[in-house]
């Protein structure tokens, strides 16, 4: 089976500091990998997926995410945080080659942007 | 592109009637559709997937004769509320697979806020 962690429930950091929210995974087999955001009352927007191929993949909204196979790790990064960031974001997997490409979440890390 | 709308936005009912909540994907076909709960500061649980053309599979402890779900195109897929209770309070929000363009990538609806009094 599958599982996704997220290290850290919450991240505070400051205006035009970099940021990395971690994501691990665990899975026997192949995944492809998500990073989506949630902003407060809202769905969900994909911000940047790895399929395959390059394993530095860069999303909107100027975020990026690096694929990691020996540490299982899809961590996600900015260079430099904006205040409209502060958002909940969610990593999710789903079988390579599955059906129907359920997704397995991760609990979130609500990020905020302190001024 | 690859937009998905839900309709209503917000629902407030009394108890015991039911509510409808579409899902529409506008710029692409979907031949599947996940519906999601979401509680107060919790990750997303998937409630079902929907299947055009097929019945809903039903993830466990979801009932299925509470959640109505119906997918009889491949734009359009709903969800329907029964009897609904206080319980059944929560944010719905449900997502839907571009099967032409591959079909790994959800994409989801902006959420329906149900509030049952």
């Known amino acids: 089976a599958q599982s996704v962690t997220q290290l850290d429930s919450q991240v505070p950091v400051f205006e035009e500091a970099p940021v990395e929210l971690r994501c691990n995974y665990s899975?026997?087999?192949?995944?492809?990998l998500f990073w989506y955001v949630q902003y407060p009352n809202q769905g969900l927007q994909l911000l940047l997926k790895?399929?395959?191929?390059s394993t530095l993949v860069k999303g909107i909204n100027g975020f990026e995410a690096e694929f990691n196979k020996s540490q299982t790790s899809f961590h996600l990064r900015k260079p430099s945080v904006h205040i409209s960031d502060t958002a909940e974001y969610f990593c999710?997997?789903?079988?390579?080659?599955?059906?129907?490409?359920?997704?397995?979440w991760g609990a979130g890390t609500k990020l905020i942007i302190k001024p | 592109g690859a937009v998905v709308s839900q309709h209503p936005s917000r629902v407030i009912c009394k108890s015991g009637t039911s509510v409808k909540i579409e899902c529409r994907s506008l710029?692409?076909?979907?031949?599947?559709m996940f519906w999601y709960r979401q509680f107060p500061k919790q990750s997303l649980m998937l409630m079902a997937t929907?299947?055009?053309?097929?019945?809903?599979?039903?993830e466990q402890g979801v009932e299925k004769d509470k959640f109505l779900i119906n997918h009889a195109s491949l734009t359009l897929s709903t969800l329907t509320v029964t009897s609904a209770h206080p319980e059944d309070s929560s944010f719905y929000i449900c997502?839907?697979?571009?099967?032409?363009?591959?079909?790994?990538?959800?994409?989801f609806g902006p959420g329906t806020r149900l509030l049952v009094l």
């Open positions: 997502s839907a697979r571009d099967y032409l363009a591959g079909g790994e990538t959800q994409y």
């Open positions: 899975s026997s087999v192949s995944v492809y």
């Open positions: 929907s299947n055009e053309g097929s019945k809903a599979t039903y």
């Open positions: 999710a997997v789903s079988l390579a080659g599955g059906s129907n490409y359920q997704l397995i």
């Open positions: 790895y399929l395959s191929g």
């Open positions: 710029d692409f076909q979907a031949t599947t």
